[in-house]
């Protein structure tokens, strides 16, 4: 059974940086991308990052890029995104995504419960 579990989100003042992690089970991590998704109050999912399989290219959202960095730690079947100079409109729940195959295609089989995110004074 793949499991997904997020955590690393909490309230953070405009400015703060945040690791997320997303712990991966029940798969080879290694064969699959993965994905950052998020979701802001009242507003669609919207697609962050992803990274191939063993790391060598990432990708991100035109909006994203320069604060928002995504890796993995294949051995330890773990994601990460890191935040920096948080805002505002970062608020949302963050959702960690398996991909269909190792080389990152934007189609997700499997999501996580997510975390959540608050920036806020």
């Known amino acids: 059974e793949v499991q997904l579990v997020e955590s690393g989100g909490g309230l953070v003042q405009p400015g703060g940086s945040l690791r997320l992690s997303c712990a991966a089970s029940?798969?080879?991590?290694?064969?699959?991308?993965m994905s950052w998704v998020r979701q802001a109050p009242g507003k669609g999912l919207e697609w962050v990052s992803g990274?191939?399989?063993?790391?060598?290219?990432?990708y991100y959202a035109e909006s994203m890029k320069g604060r928002f960095t995504i890796s993995r730690d294949n051995p330890k079947n773990t994601l990460y995104l890191q935040i920096n100079s948080l805002k505002s409109e970062d608020t949302a729940v963050y959702y960690c995504?398996?991909?269909?195959?190792?080389?990152?295609?934007?189609?997700?089989?499997?999501w996580g419960q997510g975390t959540q995110v608050t920036v806020s004074s």
């Open positions: 990274i191939r399989w063993e790391g060598s290219s990432t």
């Open positions: 995504a398996k991909d269909l195959e190792g080389g990152f295609s934007g189609a997700f089989g499997s």
């Open positions: 029940g798969f080879t991590f290694d064969d699959y991308a």
